[in-house]
């Protein structure tokens, strides 16, 4: 039987060291409301999830307090709404009108954030596709708790660099129509190279054309948790360093299965994965940063950092996965900079600069994540540092990322204010040498030599 | 037999004082709630007590249980947490 001890801990990962489960995601396919009357398309959207997800705030409540575990967001993910408003969207205005009734029905049945105002176009993009993302500044600046997501590449396709370079031009519009907000509007936009069908994190999270009619995917969070388990082992070697990563990911994960199975069977949904990914928040002691510096570095970016990031990532994996029957999403470390405490400082110490972050995307999961950069950096140069990302991505076989926040009317130096678990965030420079000549020549990149498997 | 258990955890904590037991238990059985077992310590003059109860003879709803059982620990003195058993079997056994 269970002893005080294990029950001790359990409760103090809990109320001390911010063992929360993140989020509880149901994703709903809207393939069946397909219509080519958009009156009617809104309708049949809202009621699809409306009836979807009534009670997932309730079940999601009460099991947090049966539990006695916080399940800190509930959310939604949709089918990439590119491609279900296709047939009826003839205008950008259109496809904003289905962004509101996303907006009113993620209020209505009180979830924080509603993902899938998406678009996959990593090999080409049909009309839909692209009236869809040159209507993203205006439905991000026109609703409150949507999410949107643009595939730009993947391994098997290469990378749309038409899309791309379109995609420099809409983070730069997306931050000039929220401009009051501090460009709020990009902090939920991300963009990605192959985008995993299943994650439940957002700004990224949609329902992928793969996926039954309706999943529930979970993500935890435990940074606070692995941190202090390693402070128990400060000096010790490798094998003790990874052990104590291994174990403690094994029981922040257990958590995600039993919430993933409880919230599955409560709201007779298919259970579909746990994303192990450690999420931090800008609370004190929930930060991946403050775990690389238990690792042994004096501030994130400092040399060893990629290294010590990879370990625990691949230990995190390791731990997670025979914890949960199954694992999917973006599953690893994310290195956010405004929702982690430890990255800012970083980055208000001189540590940690755009390169190296792009060089920690190498080996975690996700990539240059909530990074604020100075309003008046060039599209081209975002569309640059989006192909960067992409080609990591698209190489090593791996989800990565970008949102990035051009902050209109702010500059190098200055600090932008985002709230709640987005945080806030030191605006970093960016190299200030062109690469508009690489941008504007259209086409795509071809698919790496590796991907020809068959 | 043991399927059909609905087994809770309960975990008091707080400064050490005469009647917490008595007071926990007196709830408990009032409620119809079994207690299967049950473990305290006292480190620097705190009270740290956990009990596996039974909740399947019990009629209320499990959260009211919980929210009585923390008004009762406000009365004590105590912390007084309510959770089922899956969270501690799920993380601590394979």
């Known amino acids: ?454 | 037999m043991e399927k059909d258990m609905k087994k809770t955890i309960i975990t008091v904590v707080g400064k050490d004082t005469v009647g917490i037991i008595a007071g926990v238990c007196t709830y408990l059985a009032d409620n119809g709630i079994n207690i299967l077992d049950i473990s305290q310590t006292i480190v620097q003059g705190y009270f740290n007590m956990m009990m596996i109860v039974d909740m399947a003879g019990c009629s209320r709803q499990f959260g009211d249980v919980s929210d009585e059982l923390t008004e009762l620990g406000e009365e004590i003195g105590v912390v007084i947490k309510c959770q089922k058993e899956e969270i501690f079997d799920k993380m601590h056994r394979i």
């Open chain 1, 1 to 454: 039987m269970i002893n005080l001890y294990e029950v001790a801990e359990t409760n103090r990962m809990i109320e001390e060291e911010n063992l929360d489960v993140r989020t509880i995601t149901m994703g709903i396919s809207l393939l069946d409301c397909i219509d080519a009357d958009l009156k009617r398309l809104n309708e049949k959207i809202y009621q699809k999830i409306y009836e979807s997800a009534k009670d997932l705030v309730k079940t999601g409540e009460e099991i947090s307090r049966e539990f006695g575990i916080p399940i800190v967001n509930k959310r939604i993910s949709v089918t990439p709404i590119a491609l279900v408003g296709g047939a009826a969207c003839r205008t950008a205005e259109d496809f904003a009108g289905l962004a509101r009734t996303l907006d009113k029905v993620a209020h209505d049945i009180g979830v924080n954030f509603i993902g899938g105002y998406s678009a996959l176009v990593s090999k080409g993009m049909t009309p839909a596709d692209e009236l869809l993302i040159r209507s993203i500044p205006l439905a991000l600046s026109a609703t409150e708790r949507v999410c949107s997501s643009v595939n730009l590449g993947s391994t098997r396709t290469g990378i749309n660099m038409d899309a791309v370079k379109l995609m420099g031009e809409i983070i730069k519009s997306t931050a000039e129509h929220t401009k009051e907000n501090d460009s709020l509007g990009c902090a939920k936009l991300v963009v990605f190279c192959n985008a995993p069908d299943d994650n439940p994190f957002m700004a990224g999270a949609f329902h992928g054309v793969t996926e039954a009619d309706k999943i529930i995917n979970v993500g935890v969070s435990g940074p606070g948790v692995v941190k202090t388990a390693l402070e128990q082992v400060r000096g010790e070697s490798f094998e003790t360093l990874c052990e104590t990563i291994k174990k403690t990911a094994f029981k922040v994960t257990r958590v995600g299965q039993l919430v993933a199975q409880e919230a599955s069977a409560r709201l007779r949904v298919p259970f579909g994965i746990v994303d192990l990914s450690l999420a931090p928040t800008p609370a004190i002691g929930d930060s991946v940063a403050d775990i690389l510096c238990e690792i042994g570095l004096e501030y994130a970016g400092a040399p060893g950092t990629t290294a010590a990031l990879a370990l625990l990532n691949d230990q995190v994996k390791k731990g997670g996965v025979m914890a949960s029957s199954y694992v999917g999403g973006l599953s690893g470390a994310f290195i956010p900079v405004s929702e982690d405490q430890g990255m800012i400082n970083a980055v208000q110490a001189g540590a940690l600069t755009l390169e190296k972050l792009e060089a920690m995307t190498c080996v975690c999961s996700v990539g240059l994540d909530m990074i604020a950069i100075p309003g008046d950096t060039k599209a081209s140069s975002i569309s640059g540092i989006i192909a960067d990302e992409m080609a990591i991505g698209m190489v090593n076989q791996k989800t990565t990322a970008v949102r990035i926040i051009p902050v209109i009317g702010k500059g190098v130096g200055e600090t932008v204010e985002f709230g709640g678990l987005l945080g806030y965030a030191p605006i970093m420079p960016v190299n200030s040498f062109s690469c508009e000549a690489f941008v504007n020549r259209g086409g795509r990149i071809p698919a790496p030599i590796h991907s020809f498997k068959n």
